[in-house]
C-alpha cells in the first residue's frame, strides 16, 4: 500500500535535486571518486601500519591506532549506505567502524537511533557522548 503522501514527497524532493541542484538521487548516491581515493589511502595506511606494528614500530604502533581511527569514516559512510550503490559493499564497509566500536551496535545506536530521534533529549544516544566536556542540548548544564 503506497502512501500518496510520501510518494508526493519523493517526487518533489528528486525534483529538486535534479533541477536545482544538478544531483541524481539515483546515480549521485555514493562515495565520490576522491572520497573513494581517500577510502583507499586510509585503507593501505592501515595494512602499512599494521605490518610496521606487529614488527614492534613505535611509529607503526601509533599510525595503526590512527589510521584505524580515520577509518572509522568508511563505517559511518557504510552505516549511513553512502559508500556504494550496492548494498553489499555498504554492509561490508560498515566493518570499518571496527577500530572504534562495534559495527553492529553502530548501526543500532547511531543509524537507527540517534537519526530516527535527533536531538530528542531523552531518545538520541548520540547527545550524551560527551556530556562531561559539551554541551550539545540546552538541557544539559
Same mark, same amino acid.
Given at each position: ?21 544538478? $544531483? #541524481?538521487? $539515483?546515480? +549521485? ?5 576522491? *572520497? ?25 604502533? %601509533?599510525?595503526?591506532? @590512527? ?7 568508511? !563505517?559511518? +559512510? !557504510? !552505516?549511513?549506505?553512502?559508500?556504494? *550503490?550496492?548494498? *553489499?559493499? /555498504?554492509?561490508?564497509?560498515? &566493518? ?5 566500536? /562495534?559495527? $553492529?551496535? &553502530? ?13 530528542? %533529549?531523552?531518545? #538520541?544516544?548520540?547527545?550524551?557522548? %560527551?556530556?562531561?566536556? @559539551? ?7
Amino acid at each position: 500500500l503506497l502512501d500518496p503522501f510520501y510518494e508526493t514527497l519523493k517526487e518533489r524532493v528528486y525534483n529538486v535535486l535534479k533541477q536545482e541542484h544538478h $544531483i #541524481d538521487p $539515483i546515480k +549521485d548516491r555514493c562515495a565520490t571518486i576522491p *572520497r573513494a581515493i581517500y577510502y583507499f589511502i586510509i585503507f593501505a595506511g592501515l595494512i602499512c601500519s599494521g605490518y610496521m606494528h606487529v614488527k614492534r614500530s613505535l611509529l607503526g604502533s %601509533f599510525l595503526f591506532a @590512527l589510521f584505524g581511527w580515520l577509518l572509522g569514516a568508511l !563505517g559511518h +559512510d !557504510g !552505516g549511513h549506505y553512502t559508500v556504494s *550503490r550496492n548494498p *553489499r559493499i /555498504n554492509d561490508l564497509a560498515v &566493518w570499518g567502524m571496527s577500530f572504534l566500536c /562495534n559495527p $553492529i551496535m &553502530w548501526q543500532v545506536q547511531h543509524t537507527y537511533a540517534h537519526h530516527t530521534h535527533t536531538n530528542d %533529549f531523552d531518545h #538520541d544516544p548520540d547527545l550524551h557522548h %560527551f556530556q562531561m566536556l @559539551l554541551r550539545v542540548h540546552r538541557r544539559f548544564k
